[in-house]
């Protein structure tokens, strides 16, 4: 429970509750090293490769174990969530893994192709007008008429647990780990990096990482209090979230060493280095935490894991970033 706000936090016991959701249907991502990514920096890195899991990124994590979570009823009337990105595909994926009928609130200008694979996963999408009107409000009043769930992609604890169960994954497969890096929007992924390293390798420092131009978050651990930003301006479209939520932002500010941020530049020659070194597709945002490795300078014999977030970027797009 958080002081302030009564709302109930996340522990590791519920990271341990989703990993025992998520077993035999999220895929236990592959830990990937690189004698060149050591030498550059001195450490020993140790690269999980969530770009691999089901639906191309960790999001399938939390809302996988949000929509489990659901007693069977809440289930069968089905899930609602907001999102033109990766929660978008992950929620419909399991909510047809779940048998629960989701439908995901996009909006018009929404890529194609993205609309395409959230239909193909099985939710039923409603399209919405970005400039006139407001998805929350369309998702409130879905989930009135209908009596969906609305499961927002961080500020949701079983979210915040399923998304740590890729930092458990990492650490009882490499062992303790002196500090993490992992990429940070509205800060579920951070936050559930947070509680799994709390419990299971003590004294690991957990950094989030967000591009140079969203850094509401570190602004707001400053502050003391959440701090909302304009859409940042970023190739990183993954962390173009504006502040961080009401369950997250307690959770990083008790637990999380602190917040970094990366400029463009660094995710495209991070993007290039995963492509030409590792062979390894990852997308602007997967790209923060070993964007931010390369650049640390002080990690010279240390043991260091890299959340690698997600894989989900048009081809296209992949060429024009990588070829600049
Ligand atoms: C959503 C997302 C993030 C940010 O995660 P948060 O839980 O919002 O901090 C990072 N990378 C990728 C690929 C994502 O899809």
Redesign the pocket.
């Known amino acids: 429970m958080d002081q302030t706000t009564g709302l109930r936090l996340p522990t590791y016991a519920d990271v341990e509750a989703a990993a025992r959701r998520l077993d035999g249907i999220a895929h236990r991502t592959p830990v990937m090293t690189s004698r060149t990514a050591d030498a550059r920096t001195g450490a020993r890195l140790f690269f999980k490769m ?2 691999l899991q089901r639906t191309g ?3 399938f994590r ?1 809302a996988y174990n949000a929509i489990a979570a659901l007693d069977a009823d809440a289930r069968a009337r089905g899930v609602v969530a907001y999102s033109s ?3 978008a595909q992950a929620i419909a994926c399991a909510g047809t893994l779940l048998g629960a009928p989701t439908v995901i609130v996009m909006p018009t200008d929404a890529p194609a192709i993205k609309v395409a694979a959230t239909r193909g996963y099985g939710a039923e999408v409603v399209l919405y007008d970005r400039f006139g009107e407001d998805r929350e409000a369309i998702g409130r009043r879905l989930s009135a008429e209908r009596g969906l769930a609305l499961i927002p ?2 500020d949701h604890p079983d ?2 647990a399923g ?1 740590g169960t890729a930092t458990k994954e990492l650490i009882e497969e490499v062992g303790p780990l002196d500090r993490i890096y ?11 990096a947070c509680l799994a390293a709390e419990a299971l390798s003590p004294g690991c420092a957990v950094w ?1 990482v967000e591009p140079e131009a969203g850094d509401d978050i570190r602004r707001s651990l400053e502050a003391g209090r959440i701090v909302t930003i304009p859409v940042p301006q970023t190739i ?1 479209d ?2 173009q ?1 504006t502040a961080a939520g009401a369950h ?1 932002f307690p959770l990083l500010r008790a637990k999380a060493a602190g917040v970094t941020t990366v400029p463009d530049a660094a995710l495209v020659e991070t993007m290039r280095f995963f492509a030409e070194r590792m062979k390894q597709v990852v ?1 602007p ?2 790209c ?1 935490g070993a964007a931010a490795a390369f650049a640390a300078g002080d990690l010279a014999g240390k043991r260091v894991g890299v959340i690698v ?4 970027v048009d081809l296209a797009r992949f060429a024009a970033l990588v070829s600049e």
């Not at 992992?182 to 559930?192: D, K, P």
């Not at 977030?309 to 989900?312: A, F, R, V």
């Open positions: 969530e770009s990124a960790f999001k939390g990105g990766n929660h992609p961080f979210v915040i998304q992992a990429c940070l929007g509205g800060g579920g992924l951070t936050s559930g989030g990183a993954g962390a979230t997250t997308e945002t997967g923060l977030s997600g894989g989900n």
